[in-house]
């Protein structure tokens, strides 16, 4: 690790003492987070540990808070040895001069906030560090990551709904600095996590979301930061790594629920009465899954003309009632004039196309043969 980047991060910390904004303070440690290399990682919160300055409890105190993992689990050293480091005492260290120790003494939350990964930033010798840093601090640093959760909203990004936006409303303890977390997730790729923003409330004044449940959008955040982690190389935004531990611990305030179905399709109600249309809507869930915002005429296509002749096996009466199914369910999720317009070209193809035997695929073949 460079001298230049402990000193940057140190005059930068004391700019932060100033301001007194817990959430300015985090988002400042979760760009610095993302900038550490791995293998800088220790050296740097070492040096932090035995610094001792008001600015180094500072950083201390603010990468635990956006770190949901804990600080030692940061290093990739969850064993780091406790009598390798200089770890201040809570009861032999008093505060250095000018730092106010908030009300409460030993009392005070762990950085990482309830249901922030608190327990894992308290584990080890790094994350004990960083708890006694927010002991020895302003109260003001107490505040970092302990928020309330206070709404949440979710839709389409984009008019084809290629990505969602899942937005969580928060604010501090003391009322102030009331903040929205947005992540865009894509949909084409699986459900990526692929940019995030933190930004003022009436934010959400530009954005077409809906209301929704806190946790199962807190959910879903997790759930397509966690997609993102499994994909090498996966296609997101450069500013997606500097957000992303205020955005993760975030949600984990809000009570997540994890893996819960998209209640798109069962809130649907706009079925035409004609035979063969709930056999028809039957297949079209099947293939729109737990991504049913994306409907594009890119995917009305792919519907049309390859999944349902490769895949599906349809009477008559639903082959005939599948155009008015997509009508009402392209209104539904509100499909722009080009999807409507796909829906109209494609959908006079489908009885040749699920009549050419050559395009089925294997399952089908099979699930045939079974029923002759």
């Known amino acids: 690790m460079s001298t230049s980047t402990f000193d940057t991060a140190i005059n930068q910390a004391r700019d932060l003492l100033r301001w007194r904004s817990p959430l300015r303070t985090e988002l400042w440690a979760a760009r610095l987070t993302a900038s550490l290399r791995p293998e800088e990682r220790e050296p740097f919160l070492r040096r932090l540990v035995s610094d001792q300055s008001d600015e180094a409890r500072l950083i201390l105190a603010a990468l635990a808070a956006v770190t949901p993992e804990g600080l030692d689990a940061l290093t990739g050293e969850n064993d780091v040895p406790a009598d390798d480091l200089d770890t201040p005492s809570g009861g032999n ?48 640093v107490a505040r970092m990551g302990r928020v309330s959760c206070e709404g949440a909203w979710y839709g389409k990004a984009d008019p084809y709904g290629e990505q969602v936006l899942a937005a969580l409303a928060f ?16 949909q084409v790729n699986g459900g990526l996590a692929v940019d995030a923003l933190v930004e003022e409330v009436k934010f959400l004044d530009d954005l077409d979301l809906e209301v929704a449940e806190p946790g199962v959008v807190a959910g879903r955040v997790l759930d397509a930061f966690e997609v993102t982690d499994l994909v090498m190389g996966a296609p997101v935004a450069e500013t997606l790594a500097g957000v992303r531990g205020v955005a993760v611990c975030r949600a984990r305030v809000a009570n997540p629920v994890r893996h819960s179905p998209d209640d798109t399709v069962a809130r649907f109600k706009d079925l035409p009465e004609l035979p063969g249309a709930e056999e028809a809507f039957e297949k079209l869930a099947e293939f729109v899954g737990d991504r049913p915002l994306w409907w594009s005429p890119a995917r009305v296509s792919q519907f049309l003309t390859s999944w349902l002749p490769r895949e599906a096996i349809l009477s008559d009466a639903a082959i005939e009632a599948m155009p008015e199914v997509l009508r009402a369910w392209s209104r539904f999720v509100g499909a722009q004039d080009e999807v409507l317009r796909r829906v109209e070209e494609d959908t006079p193809r489908l009885p040749a196309l699920m009549a050419d035997d050559s395009l089925a695929g294997l399952g089908k073949r099979i699930a045939q043969n079974r029923r002759h």
């Open 171 to 186: 604010r501090y303890g003391n009322g102030k600095e009331p903040h929205v977390v947005v992540v865009a997730i894509d």
């Open 93 to 140: 260290n008093a505060p250095a001069s000018g730092l106010d120790t908030p009300a409460g003494g030993n009392d005070v939350p762990t950085p990482a906030g309830e249901g922030a990964g608190a327990g894992a930033a308290d584990a080890g010798v790094f994350g004990r560090a960083a708890r006694e840093a927010v002991r020895a601090s302003r109260e003001w």
